[in-house]
């Protein structure tokens, strides 16, 4: 048995989850997969197995027996099935596309689909949960000073509508700055307490370039306060950055972050709590209950109701003397929490998320002209530079407790290309130099491009040629938290184009746009830093044409084609709470609505169709002691031209009703999941699984 921590291989984690999803239709952690020992092929797959057998879900120990007993009498069997398996991941995992033009028309086409998919009350993009996001705002930051003045309005407003409501809910750590991990409501109140490197990095960048474009001092004190959090709470004696810190204290959900009035009252003395509770919206009342733990008193997220300014405003303050008498406040509040129990700190170093933050701090200091984030960007790159490499120079991946291991992914080189480049251009705006970093940058975007160059079609693997534990060397280029390596490493090859002024890194960045192409046409959102490379190669006058012609690129836009949108399927829930008790199941009916041009693969896909499709699927996860049935509608018959048998699909708007059981004690943090794969006429888009914004209570 061997346990992997994903954030230390995560290609293996790419690679046995794809499988993974392929044969269930679902994926989630832990993640269980059985291998065949020659070429570690997956032969079985499936996620929380239980202790004992419960509801039809056999235990761990008989899945084992089963298997063992299935090996030794149907083993040639297995290996089909694994060789199977494999095919089905290296088709998703490691296809290369034949190129097809793309231009102009699939930036807009991003934009719109963008734009289509915000939401004007409360920012970001669909619905609950929400994520931050900031690789869509990036794209926006760039694109926004091509369109018209109504284009730029509509962008203009999709930005800050987004980073306001961000920074001012709960999603923001109030009293200790930066970022959690995504909020499980619409308006960023309360959320996944987990607190993430990737994530600090990419806010604090994206923070200081709206700063800049917009001339907002908020969200400049944002951006400094997320590098502020790091430093003090994620920075190695070394210099270099751990990876997170964990959601949970003692099993209870964000406790080092929860107030009550009366600890506001404890800490602050009344006026200065009746000040806080107004502020920060405690007066209006409880807005988080732990659901694993419902005999608890209700406390609070601490969130802002509006701008600071706005807040100020209707108290009849400056905007000056209103941050003065919270920041004092603040660090009252601190300290107090500092006497809490503390949550775990993950203090694994990761070479590409010190990548995203090294950037981040460089981004802010150049914003700012504050040189304390630029030095602690060029300390944390000396340290990687110096003690995370082997013996024959070549980058490793992680580093923990003086030992430094692993040989670094594509993303940890293209992560560290663009923060050593961010580096450069911040230390030049301080009146440094920004040589030594410039030159690192260089060499590391010439080692990626041995390392991991696909020199036939100009794209990029995401690991190293020759690994012996991968049966796929895969090729990712979708955006997920962290945009991909591929997308990050076109864009610095774009910067070092026009810094250095030398041709070899305009060619590369030509070449893998092209073999990014398909995926772009495919997807201009799914893939949507990519799309932002293309729309600055196109900005910069780079021949692109010439260089579909030479890829014999298929002809790029029609006119028949689905427009591409953000999310083809909304998922909504009838209520946002419901109560689950042992004697009495509680029931909700969830709403889905598939865009026109779109349907989704059936429950029952159809007989013939199960290998090759992942069907609508209901499930819990993150928790134990609790079972979904669901009532899933009939499919309507969708028929393929060449292809015998047809495909049962749903489409339009439908309900889906389901029940929710205890099945024994409840523990962890069960959440509702829905998995589905949307299709149009022309392609089936990825599967997706999505939390719903339901909070469970269990009740005896």
């Given at each position: 048995c061997i346990k992997v921590d994903r954030e230390e291989r995560p290609d293996i984690d790419d690679i046995y989850m794809a499988a993974t999803q392929a044969m269930t239709g679902r994926g989630g952690w832990p993640m269980s997969v059985?291998?065949?020992?020659?070429?570690?092929?997956?032969?079985?797959?499936?996620?929380?197995?239980?202790?004992?057998?419960?509801q039809g879900m056999p235990s761990f120990k008989q899945v084992l027996l089963g298997i063992a007993q299935v090996w030794d009498t149907k083993r040639a069997d297995i290996l089909t099935q694994s060789e199977s398996l494999a095919d089905a991941v290296r088709e998703q995992l490691g296809e290369r596309e034949t190129p097809v033009v793309v231009d102009a028309h699939e930036v807009e086409a991003a934009t719109a689909a963008l734009m289509e998919n915000f939401d004007p009350t409360w920012g970001g993009f669909g619905g609950a949960p929400k994520f931050p996001q900031p690789t869509y705002l990036d794209f926006l930051l760039a694109v926004r000073e091509s369109g018209d003045e109504t284009t730029r309005n509509g962008i203009d407003s999709t930005i800050r509508t987004t980073l306001d409501k961000m920074f001012i809910g709960g999603v923001f750590d109030q009293v200790g700055g930066g970022f959690h991990r995504y909020s499980v409501d619409g308006q960023w109140t309360v959320p996944h307490f987990e607190k993430m490197l990737y994530d600090q990095g990419q806010l604090a960048s994206t923070y200081a370039r709206a700063?800049?474009?917009?001339?907002?001092?908020?969200?400049?004190?944002?951006?400094?306060?997320?590098?502020?959090?790091?430093?003090?709470?994620?920075?190695?004696p070394e210099g270099a950055f751990y990876s997170a810190q964990d959601a949970e204290v003692d099993g209870r959900e964000g406790q080092n972050y929860l107030w009550t009035l009366d600890e506001l009252r404890h800490e602050l003395g009344e006026d200065d709590a009746a000040f806080a509770a107004d502020v920060y919206s405690v007066a209006e009342g409880p807005n988080f209950r732990d659901p694993h733990h419902p005999d608890e008193a209700p406390s609070n997220v601490l969130r802002l109701s509006a701008r600071p300014e706005q807040v100020a405003e209707r108290l009849g303050m400056d905007v000056q003397s209103f941050h003065a008498r919270l920041d004092a406040i603040n660090a009252t509040l601190y300290a107090a929490r500092l006497k809490r129990k503390q949550p775990r700190t993950d203090d694994k170093i990761l070479a590409g998320w010190n990548g995203l933050m090294i950037g981040g701090l460089a981004e802010v200091g150049?914003?700012?002209?504050?040189?304390?984030?630029?030095?602690?960007?060029?300390?944390?790159?000396?340290?990687?530079?110096e003690h995370m490499r082997d013996a024959d120079g070549q980058l490793l991946r992680t580093f923990r407790g003086g030992i430094a291991k692993t040989p670094a992914f594509f993303e940890d080189y293209a992560y560290l290309e663009a923060g050593l480049i961010a580096l450069h251009r911040a230390q030049r705006v301080l009146g440094e130099s920004g040589d030594a970093s410039l030159q690192l940058a260089i060499r590391l975007a010439d080692e990626a491009q041995v390392r991991f160059g696909d020199e036939e079609t100009g794209g990029y693997f995401d690991t190293p040629v020759g690994q012996s534990d991968l049966f796929v060397r895969p090729q990712s280029v979708y955006d997920g938290a962290i945009s991909s390596?591929?997308?990050?490493?076109?864009?610095?090859?774009?910067?070092?184009?026009?810094?250095?002024?030398?041709?070899?890194?305009?060619?590369?960045?030509?070449?893998?746009?092209?073999?990014?192409?398909?995926?772009?046409?495919?997807?201009?959102?799914?893939?949507?830093?990519?799309?932002?490379?293309?729309?600055?190669?196109?900005?910069?006058?780079?021949?692109?044409?010439?260089?579909?012609?030479?890829?014999?690129?298929?002809?790029?836009?029609?006119?028949?084609?689905?427009?591409?949108?953000?999310?083809?399927?909304?998922?909504f829930a009838e209520v946002d709470r419901v109560s689950v008790s042992k004697d009495e199941p509680a029931a909700l009916t969830l709403r889905l609505r598939v865009a026109d041009g779109y349907h989704i693969v059936?429950?029952?896909?159809?007989?013939?169709?199960?290998?090759?499709?992942?069907?609508?699927?209901?499930?819990?996860?993150?928790?134990?002691?609790?079972?979904?049935?669901?009532?899933?509608?009939a499919g309507k018959e969708y028929r393929v031209e060449g292809v015998d048998g047809a495909l049962l699909v749903n489409e339009g708007e439908f309900e889906l009703p389901i029940v929710l059981e205890r099945t024994g004690d409840v523990s962890g943090r069960p959440m509702i999941l829905v998995t589905y794969q949307a299709c149009s006429e022309s392609e089936c888009l990825a599967p997706v699984t999505v939390e719903l914004d339901v909070a469970?209570?269990?009740v005896n």
């Open positions: 059985w291998l065949e020992p020659e070429h570690l092929r997956p032969f079985y797959c499936g996620t929380y197995f239980p202790p004992t057998e419960r700063s800049a474009t917009f001339g907002d001092a908020e969200y400049r004190r944002v951006a400094e306060q997320i590098c502020g959090y790091v430093l003090r709470e994620m920075t190695s150049a914003m700012s002209g504050d040189g304390r984030y630029v030095d602690a960007a060029a300390r944390a790159a000396a340290f990687i530079d390596a591929t997308s990050v490493h076109l864009n610095a090859l774009l910067d070092l184009a026009l810094i250095t002024g030398d041709d070899r890194f305009a060619e590369r960045a030509v070449r893998g746009l092209v073999a990014t192409s398909a995926a772009i046409k495919r997807s201009p959102v799914g893939v949507v830093n990519a799309t932002r490379a293309l729309y600055r190669a196109l900005k910069s006058g780079m021949d692109l044409a010439a260089a579909f012609s030479r890829a014999d690129a298929k002809p790029g836009n029609d006119d028949t084609s689905v427009p591409p949108v953000a999310s083809p399927v909304e998922i059936a429950a029952d896909p159809g007989e013939q169709n199960e290998d090759f499709v992942i069907p609508l699927r209901v499930s819990v996860a993150g928790g134990t002691g609790i079972s979904v049935y669901a009532d899933y509608p469970l209570d269990f």
